[in-house]
């Protein structure tokens, strides 16, 4: 039924729970995965104030962070697909618009569907459906399964 499944995740604890579900439904289905993290523009941080001046955060040091942290999760997700048998390929895209990035890796990777959390990162947010998760679910041409 769905032979490649998109599994977008920023590392939160209902992403990565979503994640383990993904691929458990992936064992049952037999399908392959992809775990997708996007992270944001280094330009955009530092011209929507996120990377203060006084900070003085070089990009190099931001690049081995975001990059850290994406091996990070992504090693965590390829050893338990391995773990379950599932074919696994990971993914980190920057760009500024997670939603776009999810649907276009998703598109681009031949995915049939994508399974994410209902929300990310976010104290209040958490209380409703995610800003992103609303955008994939609104925007997207390919099922989107939302893990509660």
């Not at 011209?47 to 091996?71: I, S």
């Not at 965590?76 to 760009?95: D, I, W």
């Not at 939603?99 to 990310?120: Q, R």
């Amino acid at each position: 039924m769905f032979a490649h499944i998109l599994i977008p995740t920023d590392g939160s604890e209902l992403s990565t729970r979503a994640s383990h579900g993904a691929i458990q439904l992936a064992k049952a289905l037999r399908s392959r995965i992809t775990v997708v993290l996007v992270s944001p523009s280094f330009n955009r941080l530092a011209n929507e104030g996120y990377v203060l001046p006084e900070l003085d955060v070089d990009r190099a040091d931001w690049e081995k962070g975001v990059n850290g942290r994406a091996k990070s999760v992504f090693d965590a997700a390829a050893a338990e697909a391995a773990k379950a048998g599932v074919p696994c390929e990971t993914l980190h895209v920057f760009r500024d618009e997670p939603h776009v990035a999810i649907i276009d890796a998703a598109k681009d990777h031949g995915c049939d569907l994508i399974v994410m959390g209902s929300h990310g990162w976010g104290g209040f947010r958490q209380l409703v459906l995610g800003s992103e998760t609303t955008r994939v679910l609104s925007q997207s041409t390919i099922p989107v399964l939302v893990y509660r």
